[in-house]
């Protein structure tokens, strides 16, 4: 079994081994020239992956900015304070402070970007854009609304096209067509006005009238014998004509040589029904009828003697 070197006080770049404390996979605690323990694997020492602390490191990344101007601000040195890396930057103005390499970011125009433009202390920094309000500054118009006034905590009050003022808040106006709601009654218009002229059974829509307090349309309907009427939309699938279909059905049924019911014993067992005076069971036993034939008469169905 081969035997484990001994790389005790041994120098690799700017570390100095101090001693073995893991055998596999050897790992050894390391001193940086700056005073920094930390534990290095062997091989990381020996290819030259690791060659000083993450803070020389930071150090050493930090050293290019140097002379570099972002904005407002000109990076003069890098140094260490309290055991951490940052930059003494130089403002417009005059002021020196120290602020951290990860804040001050470089972009293709030699700009900063993050939240520091300036020393923080000076006329600068005061005329600095206040974030996101760019959509609710005054007079930006977008869809159908236009902020007429800048609340703060990125909201603003808005006046729609159709009148309407309304408080927004930048997510409101970032949508595609914004608006105080007034868009989508229009769009629901424009589709109820696409059924004028469509049949369904005894019913035609003529024409779309308002839409009803419950959002829904409301239409001038014709039926087939003639009737006009107003109703909602829902009305058209619950139903086939006004009420003349169900009364061809009665007068088919009194035709019927086989039924035992007239036309006048249908129109008073509906009445009973609907009025909840008896259910369908006690009107089949009533009228000496079958139950399947009660429910066919009840929904103005067929005449079917069973």
Known sequence: ???FKDYTGRRFNKWVVLKRIQMRPSKFLCKCDCGNESEVFMRNLVEGLSTKCMECQALSRSEKMVGKKFRSLTILSVEKVNGKVKC?????????TYLSPGVIQKTPGEQINGKYISCGKCEIARKRPRPNVGCLRLGYTKGRLTIIKYLGEQKALARCECGVEKVVTRNHMLIPSPSCGCHITDRNIENAKRLEGTTFFYLKILKFLRMGDDKRSI????????????????YLFGSKSCGCLQKEMVLKGSKNTNSKLKESDVISMRELFNANCYTRKELSSMYDVSYEHVCSLIKGKGWKHV
């Open 219 to 234: 239409y001038l309907i014709k039926c087939k014998c003639g009737e006009r009427f107003e109703q909602s939309i829902s």
């Open 88 to 96: 003494r930057v130089k403002c417009a103005c005059g002021n020196e």
């Open 1 to 3: 079994m081969p035997a």
